[in-house]
């Protein structure tokens, strides 16, 4: 008969344990993994429109044309001074719950959801109503030297 002392029954209590890991991790080698040639790029459309968010048609400005690709964050509570734009632009939410209120209207948009601001638009805010930093990514179709917003 051999005699176990502890430092070999605590090797022995650690290798029951992890032996069950390794089991799991060899097992997930054995799945399926798409190869280059069967994966395909997807293209999702998100929005399409010639109106903005507020049913106004929206118009191409005269100049050197501009594109900008902005992401804004709002902390939790705050919102946007009253403001306007004057060129075209996308919005899409990537996190967080936001208000948009012009006038009387008043549109909910959570994270994955997207809009269209027109530059023929009236003035409005956005407010964060979620419970973390609202993120959205705008695109804005614009002039060179002209302001993406106009605060009244």
Known sequence: MRLVTISESKYQMKLKN???ICLLFIGTLGLHQPSPAE???EVI???QSSKGL???NFNYLQGKPELRLLKVKIPVGLKTPI???PSPM???VTRGRLKHVRGEEINFFK???AFIESNNGVAHYVKNVGKKPAILHVGVVSVVGMPTAINE
């Open 18 to 20: 992890i032996i069950p």
């Open 90 to 92: 996308l919005i899409h």
């Open 83 to 85: 403001h306007t734009h």
């Open 39 to 41: 994966e395909k790029i």
């Open 45 to 47: 459309p998100i929005i």
């Open 54 to 56: 507020s049913g106004k």
């Open 111 to 113: 994270a994955g959801d």
